[in-house]
């Protein structure tokens, strides 16, 4: 599968920003997808994943509450919703596939992906 980001952008701290990876080449229904981010200096970080099904998603705590990743089947595409953007959110963000497990089954780790999209820039300024 063929995965590419698009939608990053510069906003301002407080703002919000939805970026999307649209997927080709496969079956998108049967991957399990996850969207992850690097910042300058420093390693790849999950920020989301969400189930073959789409009914279990999971984030971890530094953006629980503020981001929302869904999906589109229909569209074969994946959407990460943003909000109140703050400057450490700045980074580079991936999408990333995998078939999935199960439908319940989600990837927290980046070695469990197997496809990768190329990076959507975000920057959020103070």
């Known amino acids: 599968v063929q995965l590419q980001a698009s939608g990053g952008g510069l906003v301002q701290a407080g703002g919000s920003l939805s970026i999307s990876c649209a997927a080709s080449?496969?079956?998108?229904?049967?991957?399990?997808l996850g969207w992850f981010r690097q910042a300058p200096g420093k390693g790849r970080e999950i920020v989301a994943c969400?189930?073959?099904?789409?009914?279990?998603?999971d984030y971890p705590d530094s953006v629980r509450g503020r981001f929302t990743i869904s999906r589109d089947n229909a569209k074969n595409t994946v959407y990460l919703q943003m909000n109140t953007l703050k400057p450490e959110d700045t980074a580079v963000y991936y999408c990333?596939?995998?078939?999935?497990?199960?439908?319940?089954?989600?990837?927290?780790?980046?070695?469990?992906?197997?496809?990768w999209g190329r990076g959507t820039e975000v920057t959020v300024s103070s």
């Open positions: 969400i189930s073959v099904s789409g009914l279990r998603t």
């Open positions: 990333a596939a995998v078939k999935g497990y199960s439908s319940w089954w989600t990837g927290i780790d980046d070695y469990e992906y197997d496809y």
């Open positions: 080449g496969s079956p998108f229904s049967a991957y399990a």
